[in-house]
């Protein structure tokens, strides 16, 4: 099947039924108790620096740990996998003094889920699985200043990170992937960064894949970290025109259902969710159970408020399995058809009415 002919058939699944995103890559890996050794693999037996907990490093090093965790969340009824690069750009990887390897952790790690997502396709062809290339948010903020003492100052400009962006999208979409993600956004700056450079590349390459963007609302006052509540960052990323724009991370789900109320009333497009298993205890794990997530999530899905839905930090093969029994049968969300306004956003939104 060719990637025209899956997006053809992702167009006609979404409009049929509520699709199912994989789980928590992190969860998974840390199952597996790797070590420094572990990490480095013998391409990297003598790197000068400290790499245990680059996961997307394992891309390059244990790949047959990347394919058995995609693998086993298809098996568990994922339509799509998130490829293992969440942290695939140079400006990231500097952590581990690895910028140079940012493309070939993002080349590689496509290829990876692309191969795992093919293969379970050819059992099954009447499902087709997808790859979606994820994009993080890198460790640093184009919109506020790392030190409070001089509020001015930014430790990353806008054009590094679109190209950090675009050195890591041009090594998906070599590798094979259906769609960008561009997740877990606490600032809209770098965001957009990120979309950016997405659009660039599809210019340059002279393509077009679907754009997934899902935010992180990091408290209750329903804010992302650099200020915009869930209305003002929507209109700020809506004219992308993305397949998809929802919420992942910081909550669980109980917390993040008002805020995704407020997406699927709003947003002209699907609607995404996958948040954490409930919220992190005293050891920063995740304590809740499938069954309980996948409750709260049937409940948003007989509401209408969602399209696709998956899990992020602590979720497992074992919660996507009750999510996707969970919503199995249940209608999709019907996306509004709202009238032409100015809309507007800062930090909160603008509508202007005739």
């Not at 390459?205 to 200020?227: H, K």
């Not at 869930?230 to 990323?237: N, R």
């Not at 407020?262 to 920063?284: D, F, K, Q």
Request: glycine share 8%; charged share 20%; aromatic share 6%.
């Amino acid at each position: 099947m060719t990637r025209a002919e899956r997006l053809e058939a992702l167009q006609q699944a979404i409009s049929e039924r509520i699709m199912i995103l994989d789980g928590a890559a992190g969860t998974m890996i840390q199952s597996y108790k790797l070590d420094e050794e572990g990490y480095r693999g013998d391409q990297f037996a003598d790197w000068p620096c400290d790499v245990k907990g680059n996961n997307d490093l394992l891309n390059l090093t244990q790949p047959q740990i990347v394919e058995e965790m995609h693998r086993a969340y298809f098996e568990a009824g994922a339509d799509i996998v998130e490829t293992n690069t969440f942290s695939a750009t140079t400006i990231a990887q500097a952590d581990y003094q690895m910028e140079e390897h940012a493309h070939a952790i993002s080349l590689q790690g496509a290829q990876i889920a692309r191969r795992v997502a093919d293969d379970v396709t050819a059992q099954t062809p009447d499902k087709p699985r997808y790859v979606a290339g994820a994009i993080g948010p890198t460790n640093r903020t184009a919109s506020i200043s790392p030190d409070v003492n001089d509020p001015g100052l930014r430790n990353v400009t806008f054009d590094e990170l679109v190209g950090a962006y675009e050195e890591s999208v041009r090594g998906m979409i070599e590798g094979g992937v259906d769609m960008l993600l561009v997740e877990t956004i606490f600032d809209t700056l770098n965001a957009k960064a990120a979309l950016f450079a997405i659009e660039s590349v599809f210019e340059e390459l002279g393509l077009e894949l679907p754009v997934m963007i899902s935010g992180t609302i990091t408290d209750a006052s329903g804010r992302t970290l650099s200020g915009q509540t869930a209305e003002a960052f929507w209109y700020s990323v809506k004219h992308i025109k993305p397949f998809s724009i929802g919420l992942n991370c910081a909550f669980g789900a109980e917390q993040m259902r008002p805020f995704i109320a407020e997406l699927s009333r709003l947003a002209e497009t699907n609607v995404c969710a996958y948040p954490n298993a409930g919220l992190p205890n005293e050891m920063g794990e995740y304590d809740e159970s499938p069954e309980t997530m996948s409750g709260h999530l049937q409940e948003w899905a007989s509401s209408g408020l969602v399209n696709l839905v998956g899990g992020c930090c602590g979720t497992t093969p074992a919660h996507i399995a009750q999510v996707a029994q969970a919503v199995d049968g249940v209608s999709p969300r019907n996306i509004p058809n709202l009238p032409v306004q100015t809309r507007l956003s800062g930090l909160e939104p603008l509508v202007l009415n005739a």
